[in-house]
């Protein structure tokens, strides 16, 4: 299927040379768009991930029975970018301290997650995350509540899922960052 926007491939295989990455941010459609939008970035799907049944549906992951998670699969060119700025704009695009919510969105299913898929990323998921909690921390939020593991399986969503605010421009879009900037992490 070919990306409505950057009109590459959403599905692999992609090229050798491009990483992948897992963001569970809240509602993906606006998730999808912030890094489809970053320079660098190859292709993008919206998709289920982090939950107990295989091929779950919109209103199953919805239903909050099958423990999935709304995300974006990223995939980008490390010669043209970072891991450390799709961090930057995962971290900055939604408030990773409000649990199984972002904004009115709320469910297991919009819960922040990050799907980890090297020790690279590990290190630098941990790193970003414990700067950006003590950033966020001394602007008055609570404790980051993202959830953190090795890269789950992903599972594409409905067609009509895919880019989707591109083909929908008024469509709903309730992600928000806090304002607080992520620090450079060495």
């Given amino acids: 299927m070919e990306h409505f926007v950057l009109g590459t491939n959403i599905e692999p295989p992609f090229p050798e040379t491009l990483e992948t990455a897992i963001f569970g941010m809240g509602c993906f459609w606006g998730a999808e768009r912030r890094f489809w939008q970053a320079p660098g970035v190859h292709t993008t799907a919206v998709g289920y991930a982090a939950g107990s049944t295989e091929r779950p549906t919109y209103h199953e992951v919805c239903s909050g029975a099958t423990g999935h998670a709304e995300v974006v699969l990223v995939v980008f060119d490390p010669a043209a970018t970072s891991y450390a700025e799709m961090l930057r704009l995962f971290w900055e695009g939604h408030d990773p301290t409000q649990g199984n919510r972002q904004g009115n969105d709320v469910g297991s299913q919009y819960r922040s997650l990050v799907g980890i898929h090297s020790e690279d990323q590990r290190r630098l ?59 450079s992490v060495a």
């Fill in 125 to 183: 998921v941990a790193a970003t995350a414990e700067a950006y909690g003590k950033e966020l921390q001394a602007a008055g939020y609570g404790a980051i509540t993202t959830q953190q593991s090795d890269a789950p399986r992903f599972w594409y969503a409905e067609d009509y899922h895919q880019q989707y605010l591109a083909k929908n421009p008024s469509g709903y879009c309730g992600l928000g960052g806090t304002g607080v900037r992520l620090p």
